[in-house]
């Protein structure tokens, strides 16, 4: 009986230290942050959206202290078997400018003396990566504007729903040929302004050259009606 009791100690002991080594041995949560269109960061282990996208990449590790550590953060694209990017740093920051799905894991490695913790392969294999989902590329520009200060249509600008542009330049140009206004952002357009005076109602031209994250090249070339005197009531239209 005796024997037995000591043998069913040994086991809870055993058990014990057992539960008390593996909560003293190092472990990693990998946590990414986006940045937003809003321009706030927001945490997420699946995001999707029109390139750029800015990711910070944290590997939170713990019970790390007196082991050596060593970090590899591996970008992936969805189709692909190797990485198309490694990182070594504890957090890394990247910036995703070609559509399509990317798998980011993180590998880290623990060495203390004889001892060794890894979070490689296996780890990975009961663990879903970080994903981000590029959208491809879109892209129009209107026919017309019309700036009278009425909020409506007042600037000559990329059609919304535009995406996934990493390449913008847009140049507006009289019917002589005078360059009028140029920008880079498709956030921005033309005022309808000249050396700081209302250009002239008429027909104005518009070259855009721009390349999308999914490689899409464009390149469009299209007449732009400055409507001054155009405005919006309802359904109808009053010339003033």
Same mark, same amino acid.
Do not use: C
């Given at each position: &009986?005796?024997? =037995?009791?000591?043998?069913?100690?040994?086991? &809870?002991?055993? @058990?014990?230290? @057992?539960?008390?080594?593996?909560?003293?041995?190092?472990?990693?949560?990998?946590?990414?942050?986006?940045?937003?269109? $809003?321009? #706030?960061?927001?945490?997420?282990? /699946?995001?999707?959206?029109?390139?750029?996208?800015?990711?910070?990449?944290?590997?939170?590790?713990?019970?790390?202290?007196?082991?050596?550590? +060593?970090?590899?953060?591996?970008?992936?694209?969805?189709? #692909?078997? /190797?990485?198309?990017?490694?990182?070594?740093?504890?957090?890394? $920051?990247?910036?995703?400018?070609?559509?399509?799905?990317?798998?980011?894991?993180?590998?880290?490695?623990?060495? !203390? *003396?004889?001892?060794?913790?890894?979070?490689?392969?296996?780890?990975?294999?009961?663990?879903?990566? =970080?994903?981000?989902?590029?959208? $491809?590329?879109?892209?129009? &520009?209107?026919?017309?504007?019309?700036?009278?200060?009425?909020?409506?249509?007042?600037?000559?600008?990329?059609? /919304?729903?535009?995406?996934?542009?990493? #390449?913008?330049?847009?140049?507006?140009?009289?019917?002589?040929?005078?360059? &009028?206004?140029?920008? +880079?952002?498709?956030?921005?357009?033309?005022?309808?302004?000249?050396?700081?005076?209302?250009?002239? !109602?008429?027909?104005?031209?518009?070259?855009?050259?721009?390349?999308?994250?999914?490689?899409?090249?464009?390149?469009?070339?299209?007449?732009?009606?400055?409507?001054? *005197?155009?405005?919006?009531?309802?359904?109808?239209?009053?010339?003033?």
């Amino acid at each position: &009986m005796r024997r =037995i009791r000591a043998y069913i100690a040994a086991i &809870m002991m055993a @058990s014990a230290l @057992s539960a008390w080594a593996q909560d003293e041995m190092p472990s990693i949560d990998p946590t990414a942050y986006f940045t937003n269109t $809003e321009g #706030e960061e927001e945490q997420s282990t /699946s995001y999707s959206g029109s390139a750029p996208i800015v990711g910070r990449f944290v590997a939170n590790p713990s019970n790390d202290a007196g082991w050596n550590a +060593t970090y590899e953060w591996r970008f992936t694209l969805e189709g #692909e078997e /190797s990485p198309y990017l490694n990182r070594y740093e504890q957090d890394t $920051e990247y910036t995703f400018t070609k559509a399509g799905s990317h798998a980011i894991v993180l590998y880290a490695t623990f060495v !203390q *003396g004889t001892d060794t913790v890894s979070f490689t392969e296996e780890y990975w294999s009961d663990m879903q990566p =970080i994903r981000v989902t590029v959208s $491809e590329s879109k892209l129009e &520009m209107p026919n017309a504007f019309s700036p009278n200060g009425d909020g409506i249509n007042d600037i000559y600008k990329a059609k /919304s729903g535009w995406q996934s542009l990493v #390449e913008f330049k847009a140049t507006i140009f009289s019917r002589w040929g005078q360059k &009028m206004f140029e920008w +880079t952002d498709p956030n921005d357009g033309w005022d309808g302004t000249f050396n700081g005076h209302d250009a002239k !109602q008429g027909v104005y031209y518009v070259n855009v050259e721009a390349r999308g994250a999914d490689g899409r090249k464009y390149h469009i070339k299209r007449a732009v009606n400055l409507l001054r *005197g155009y405005t919006e009531n309802g359904n109808e239209t009053v010339d003033q």
